[in-house]
């Protein structure tokens, strides 16, 4: 049996680019960066970024472009997949990349005032974060 599912929770280091396959499917592109913390052998504590390169197909494409934006947080659920191609000089290329397959938008940013935040326990789950799958897509199902 084998297996490609990958899941990343992180933070998107560029706003969402928007194409057009010719067959008139939207594809957006973007990357996400996911930080690992560890303490090394002297005791000190580490931080390493990895990059990933995301990208989505369809209303998936349409609904990531919209809601995220550079820094938004968000979860990934999708597939690795490694396209490789020749550059316009002969040199062989490659890129590996995670196929989204469903989307987690994070928080909304905290830009809020006192004013406007929740007053009381019932007011604050009122907004939960909505999961948006690529098969299962409906805008109004979306609690915006």
Do not use: C
């Not at 599912?5 to 928007?18: D, Q, S, Y």
């Not at 002297?42 to 919209?66: C, M, W, Y």
């Not at 999708?78 to 000089?89: E, F």
């Amino acid at each position: 049996m084998n297996l490609n599912k990958v899941f990343i929770i992180g933070r998107l280091t560029r706003n969402p680019e928007v194409k057009a396959l010719p067959s008139g499917q939207s594809v957006t592109s973007f990357g996400m960066a996911t930080d690992n913390y560890y303490t090394d052998k002297s005791g000190q504590k580490q931080q390493q970024t990895e990059f990933h390169n995301i990208v989505a197909f369809g209303r998936l494409a349409d609904i990531a472009a919209q809601y995220l934006t550079k820094g938004s947080l968000a979860l990934i659920e999708g597939r690795i997949k490694t396209r490789t191609w020749q550059d316009p000089n002969g040199v062989q290329k490659s890129r590996t990349e995670i196929t989204a397959e469903r989307l987690q938008l994070g928080p909304k940013p905290a830009s809020a005032s006192r004013d406007e935040l929740p007053q009381t326990k019932e007011e604050s789950h009122t907004e939960d974060i909505p999961v948006i799958e690529e098969n299962d897509i409906d805008v109004k199902d979306i609690p915006f």
